[in-house]
């Protein structure tokens, strides 16, 4: 069946949502970590959340969250992301 794409990005949106509510420092915090959840989607199955953040240079913070189900969307996750600047706004 395969990877519900709708599914997936609403929890990485939602994910992505939580993390625009904390600061540039929060950001920085998770440079050298990442957050794994276990998430029950809203069909009822099991999703795998990773963020992790990444140096985008010049002080920028790159956010991405991976979702996938566990089948062989675990190599080839949805991806998404956000870039947020030292003084806390977001590169659209």
Do not use: Q
């Not at 994910?15 to 794994?36: F, Q, S």
């Not at 959840?37 to 009822?44: A, C, S, T």
């Not at 089948?71 to 806390?88: C, H, K, Q, T």
Request: charged share 35%; with cysteine; hydrophobic share 40%.
């Amino acid at each position: 069946m395969g990877l519900d794409k709708e599914t997936a990005a609403r929890l990485a949106d939602a994910r992505l949502a939580e993390w625009r509510r904390v600061g540039y420092g929060e950001w920085c915090a998770m440079l050298d970590d990442k957050d794994v959840r276990e998430v029950v989607g809203e069909d009822g199955k099991r999703y795998s959340v990773v963020s992790y953040a990444l140096d985008d240079g010049e002080g920028r913070v790159r956010m991405s969250v991976a979702v996938d189900d566990g089948d062989w969307s675990a190599f080839v996750p949805l991806v998404r992301d956000e870039i947020m600047e030292p003084n806390g706004t977001f590169v659209e």
